[in-house]
């Protein structure tokens, strides 16, 4: 029997699966498709900078400690896999403009301040300096704000998940794709075992991370918890060269250059159930949103769209934490738009949790009946 089995193999299961191998425990990962190819792979691999020292609520210390950790996670699996996942610190404009905007903008950048975050407010002339495509076209909106946080970094997602997974694979991690769970079996207070389409897995801990798809499974168990299913459509395109130094946020919106000339503009954010098809509206929309702010981006090839599904809880916190009444099951879920973000903290208090050790952070805001 296994130490653990972990069910869902995003970026979050790999991340838990990983870190528990790493510390000695036999683990076994369960997925319903293939591994890492849902929210996960989806995503933008935005981290934006937060300073643990001064970090008040479990959230935002949850925050930090990501922080901290991509940079030594992404190291050690350069070393141990080979494969690099794009790290990189290139640093963001904030900008608004609207007046909702800028009154949020305003606060979040107090906010960031007050936690001693790098935050620089800029003036036109300091803007052109650190990102000169940023030119708005005559007929948008002004700029109303912008900020420079010199800290961002980003990571490519899709090559951050090949690596997982071949640690975990190198760590022993056991992992089973294409198996959707079909029921988790209850005895005395615990479950004893996953019924899968291909069979019965049977392990010591059970921990539930299966994003969008969690509060299905977690309603089976009987807790009435709501994760959203939020789709987020997403527009690639590709110029010679890289027209942006820095990642472009505006609200929900925004754009990440890459190396190569590759450059990710997203996102949105639409409650339309478990479907990820995309729609020639918002991809309109995301495209006219990167040539308002730069208009030297028209010329630019459309590469490639996509859609994922990101999961949201109603409060916008994750659920973490043991599942009340059951002795050795857990839970990682709920992350939203920062699941690759929080990944590596969350494996880290989920793990230690698992393993019977009190975590740095207080988790008692992410339970499930909070």
């Not at 002339?125 to 940023?134: D, Y």
Request: net charge negative; proline share 6%; charged share 20%.
């Amino acid at each position: 029997m296994n130490d653990c089995l972990v069910i869902g193999g995003g970026v979050i299961g790999l991340s838990i699966a990983w870190e528990l191998a790493r510390r000695g425990q036999s683990v076994q990962l369960v997925d319903q498709g293939k591994l890492a190819r849902e929210a996960s792979w989806a995503g933008a691999g935005i981290l934006p900078p937060a300073a643990r020292p001064l970090a008040i609520h479990p959230y935002d210390q949850l925050r930090a400690m990501a922080f901290e950790m991509h940079r030594e996670w992404s190291a050690r699996l350069l070393r141990e896999t080979g494969i690099h996942n794009g790290y990189q610190q290139n640093g963001a404009i904030y900008l608004a403009r609207s007046a909702g905007e800028v009154a949020s903008l305003v606060a979040w950048s107090q906010l960031a301040s007050d936690e001693q975050v790098q935050i620089e407010k800029l003036t036109p002339a300091r803007l052109r300096e650190i990102e000169p495509a940023i030119a708005p076209a005559p007929s948008s909106k002004p700029l109303r704000a912008t900020y420079f946080l010199p800290e961002e970094c980003q990571i490519r997602n899709p090559r951050h998940l090949q690596s997982l997974i071949r640690a975990c694979q190198q760590a022993g991690v056991e992992l089973i794709e294409n198996s959707p769970l079909v029921d988790l079996q209850l005895h005395g207070g615990e479950v004893v075992a996953a019924i899968t389409s291909q069979g019965e897995l049977r392990a010591k801990n059970y921990c539930i991370a299966t994003g969008a798809w969690s509060g299905i499974l977690l309603q089976k168990l009987g807790f009435e918890v709501g994760v959203l299913p939020i789709r987020g459509q997403m527009l690639l395109l590709k110029t010679d060269a890289p027209i942006l130094r820095t990642i472009v946020n505006e609200g929900p919106r925004y754009m990440v250059p890459r190396d190569d000339g590759h450059l990710l503009i997203g996102a949105t954010e639409e409650e339309v159930g478990f479907d990820k098809r995309n729609t020639e509206e918002a991809l309109a929309d995301l495209h006219q949103f990167a040539i308002e702010l730069v208009p030297s981006l028209a010329s630019a090839q459309v590469v490639q769209s996509w859609a994922g599904l990101r999961p949201a809880s109603y409060d916008g916190f994750p659920y973490l934490g043991k599942l009340p009444n059951l002795a050795n099951a857990f839970v990682a879920a709920g992350h939203f738009r920062s699941g690759l973000y929080l990944s590596p903290a969350t494996a880290m208090v989920m793990s230690d949790l698992i393993s019977g050790i009190t975590p740095a952070v207080d988790l008692s805001p992410f339970c499930v009946l909070r």
